[in-house]
């Protein structure tokens, strides 16, 4: 079983930064995909970015150039750095990560972006 711990969401406003961690915990030898997803209101879940575990990374559009992705592998932990938000990105984010073939899912950390 895999466990994963969110934190670092809140208010901000436009154009402020946050960064989010996700922390990994419980009885697994390694984790290859990292993820972050976020859901609006009213909308779908969507995958914001991914590394893999030789750290390359992918980004939804809406994001390039503003978000990145990062890991730290000994800390079992995964970061989302947000610049330049906009309210736009208002949303519950949540992490998931693949171990053994499985997606595990955090619980999601409220980001609000808003004057």
Sequence with gaps: QV???ESGGGSVQPGGSLRLSCAASGS???ISFM???RQAPGKERELVAAISSGATTNYADS???RFTISR???K???YLQMGS???EDTAVYYCSVLVGG???WGQGTQVTVSS
Excluded: C, E, I
Aim: proline share 4%; no cysteine; net charge positive.
């Design 85 to 87: 938000l906009k309210p």
């Design 102 to 104: 499985r997606t595990y």
């Design 3 to 5: 466990q994963l711990v």
């Design 76 to 78: 079992n932990t995964a």
């Design 72 to 74: 730290d592998n000994a």
């Design 63 to 65: 994001v390039k150039g």
């Design 28 to 30: 697994f030898s390694g």
């Design 35 to 37: 993820r972050w997803h």
